[in-house]
């Protein structure tokens, strides 16, 4: 079983920057894709970012394009979200995922985080 646990969340003015944390630990898979998501309050839950392992490959939602970066450290079983440029509607609930897969759709994402909340006022 693989545990994901989330750091870094906080309550931020608009323009700010926060780096979020995701540390998996238990059984370590050897080619994975680690990701972001968020949950804003009344919506649904929305991709943000994800990284292979290999190579680090990203891909992100084009609204985050320019102002937030994902990476990860393999050795320390570890992804961040650096976000910068904070905007009031980044405000919500944002969650780690990580998958056996290389390349998975939100479904397939096998390993879920708690959650962790970033709130931007104006």
């Known amino acids: 079983q693989v545990r994901l646990i989330e750091s870094g969340g906080g309550s931020v003015q608009a323009g700010d920057s926060l780096r979020l944390s995701c540390t998996a630990s238990?059984?370590?898979?050897?080619?994975?894709?680690m990701a972001w998501f968020r949950q804003a309050p009344g919506k649904e839950r929305e991709f943000v970012a994800n990284?292979?392992?290999?190579?680090?490959?990203?891909n992100y939602a084009e609204f985050v394009k320019g102002r937030f970066t994902i990476s990860r450290n393999n050795a320390a079983n570890t992804v961040y979200l650096q976000m910068n440029s904070l905007k009031p509607e980044d405000t919500a609930v944002y969650y780690c995922?990580?998958?056996?897969?290389?390349?998975?759709?939100?479904?397939?994402?096998?390993?879920w985080g708690q959650g962790t909340q970033v709130t931007v006022s104006s």
């Open positions: 995922a990580a998958s056996v897969r290389t390349d998975p759709v939100e479904s397939q994402y096998e390993y």
């Open positions: 238990g059984r370590t898979f050897s080619s994975s894709a």
């Open positions: 990284i292979r392992r290999w190579l680090g490959i990203t």
